[in-house]
């Protein structure tokens, strides 16, 4: 399974690395990362059907998550990757308009890596 993880906090490249090495070491999980909305879209313009899963923060200058969101549902629609938002602000209004525009799932930070390997049914 490929991942997109999308954030504007460079930290979490190694937290991802970190968390996911016994799925990365298996060449279960391959992780991908980009550190801006407009970065995630250049990626996926070069890599496009790579990434099936995107986890994207929402709160980020420039284009925002959900931003990247509205341009990912739009754009990739065969097959279109699986998008998680992920937030500090797990507020309803957020919340709404993921979903609003289309997100498949949405995570508080900080990230639970039990609950979100659970809901990729990767198992460890």
């Known amino acids: 399974m490929k991942i997109l993880v999308v954030d504007d906090e460079t930290d979490v490249q190694a937290l991802f690395e970190q968390r996911f090495r016994k799925e990365i070491k298996d060449k279960r999980v391959e992780c991908a990362f980009a550190f801006s909305g407009e970065d995630a879209l250049s990626y996926l313009n070069r890599h496009e059907h790579e990434a099936v899963l995107i986890l ?3 709160n980020m200058p420039g284009m925002s ?3 990247l969101l509205q341009h990912i549902k739009q754009k990739y629609v065969q097959p279109a990757p699986v998008v998680m938002m992920i937030t500090a602000y797990g507020d309803a209004e957020n919340y709404n308009k993921a979903k609003q525009l289309g997100a498949d799932d949405f995570l508080t930070k900080p990230v639970d ?3 979100l390997k ?6 460890s």
Do not use: H, P, Q
């Open 113 to 115: 890596f039990t609950l």
């Open 65 to 67: 998550g959900l931003d």
């Open 56 to 58: 994207s923060d929402i």
């Open 118 to 123: 659970e809901k990729l049914k990767i198992n």
